[in-house]
């Protein structure tokens, strides 16, 4: 009974989501306060050590600890003692195999899988393909780590900002490690921002999930936006902000955005500066989804959005809200 209940509190520690463990893992706390205080401190190590790969198979690692150490059976259990230390016995009877076995997983799963590491130039936007098709987009001076495995895509990244274009693979979870937090995803492409007082993940396409040292996943979905405090708590602020990632393609994807904030991004993007002569159209929001325009091009089209006229002074330098020819 004990193994029974053990083995149903590992899965629900991995699957805290799934109502059939979080069911009985409750009728089991209610049972008693031993109980709860043994679930109290299990929980506490097993969130200190981290959290399991998205795939994780207890199974799997098992079978593969015990091959390599030549395991044939558990060792016997130890006679009964005083409740403290009975407590502190069980909840090593849980934690220790999960420790153990995660370490196994990792070994085995990444077995053979180098780091590899790139910074872009200082002078402007680079970019890195990785060996699974992955293709990472830079801002200057940002730096990533990378490691390919047989069950597992890792990319570290401590500071700066990228654009990742996530190739698809079913079998193998990608996952980005930040300072704070972790984002896993099996194909799509998103933008991570990583400061030393926050970190944010923008989706431009597909879905991801978020995960902060704090708190429960939060899946984002195309346009959504997700940001992870420097205590490891995430926040999804309402909205669409595919267009964070518009400096890493020039693709202008704007949904109900302030006129401020497209300029503010049109002028990253294209690296140009926008004068807007009438103060009026700043309280106008923009929908736009445009592809591999110029700076011109897209200041017409916005123009012609607004209903309003475009200037072009020099070749880095417009005016928007002049009067129409």
Known sequence: MEKHINDTIIAYLNDPD??????????????????RQLFAVMQQVWESAGQLPQ????????????AQLGIVAPPPPVAKVKSMYRIW??????????????????????????WHTFTASKNGIDSVSLEDGSKVILRPGTGITWRLGKSQREVRMQQGEAFLKVAKDAKRAFTVQLPTGTVTVLGTSFNIKATPTYSDVAV????VSVA???????????????????????????????????????????????????????????????????????????????????????????????????KQLSDSTYQLGTAKK
């Open 18 to 35: 799934n109502q059939e463990l979080a069911q009985a893992v409750e009728s089991w706390l209610n049972a008693s306060a031993d109980n």
């Open 55 to 66: 795939e994780f198979s207890v199974q799997e690692g098992w079978e593969s600890l015990t």
């Open 89 to 114: 016995w069980r909840v090593a009877a849980v934690v220790l195999p999960l420790l153990v076995l995660t370490g196994a997983w990792y070994g085995y799963h990444s077995a053979g899988a180098e």
């Open 204 to 207: 431009w396409d597909g879905r």
């Open 212 to 310: 902060g040292s704090k708190g429960q996943p939060i899946l984002l979905t195309a346009g959504g936006l997700a940001i992870i405090d420097t205590a490891g708590r995430v926040s999804q602020p309402t909205g669409h902000y595919a267009y964070r990632g518009s400096w890493s393609n020039r693709n202008l994807r704007f949904h109900e955005k302030n006129l401020e904030v497209v300029l503010r991004t049109m002028e990253t993007i294209y690296h140009i500066k926008i004068a807007v002569m009438d103060a009026k159209l700043l309280a106008f929001t923009v929908s736009l989804d445009v592809s591999d325009v110029s700076a011109n091009e897209a200041l017409q089209i916005l123009s012609f959005t607004l209903g309003t006229g475009m």
